[in-house]
């Protein structure tokens, strides 16, 4: 199985960016970590980042059958792009939304999602552990998907 993890804007700022809601955790960090607990199930998984909406369309659309899944972590562009919605649908692969922070609990504007109309789980508030959520839910799918 393969899944590419797409991080958009800021995320490259982890351990920097708002601590109180981020964490400390250094992307370099997060990566490592994803990429040990793929590891560890048997899963290849590729990293996509870009402050830049038009490369995490491009990053999207590149998992059209190269891919079994995508973890998504849109950061503001959750709340804005029309355009990554549309790209999701377009492949068709199964598309898990992160956010480390409780996006409930904070400023009204975080509460829309857009994405989320074409994702098959979002998991929002756990912290980095979402990503590793969000891998065991595409790994379940994945498999249940390949016995139909």
Not at 20 to 29: K, L
Not at 34 to 56: K, T
Not at 117 to 127: E, L, P, Q, R, Y
């Amino acid at each position: 199985m393969r899944f590419m993890v797409i991080n958009g804007p800021n995320l490259n700022m982890l351990g920097i960016r708002e601590p109180g809601h981020y964490g400390s955790e250094t992307y370099a960090q997060l990566t490592a970590k994803i990429e040990s607990y793929a590891a560890e199930r048997g899963v290849e998984v590729s990293f996509r980042q870009s402050n830049h909406e038009g490369d995490l369309v491009d990053y999207i659309q590149s998992t059209y059958n190269a891919y079994d899944g995508i973890i998504i972590n849109p950061g503001a562009y959750t709340h804005t792009s029309i355009a990554i919605l549309d790209a999701v649908k377009s492949v068709m692969t199964p598309t898990v939304e992160v956010h480390i922070s409780d996006l409930s609990s904070r400023e009204d504007f975080r509460q829309v999602s857009y994405i989320r109309a074409a994702c098959i789980a979002t998991i929002s508030g756990h912290g980095t552990k979402g990503y590793l959520e969000a891998l065991d839910l595409l790994i379940e799918h994945t498999g249940k998907k390949a016995q139909a």
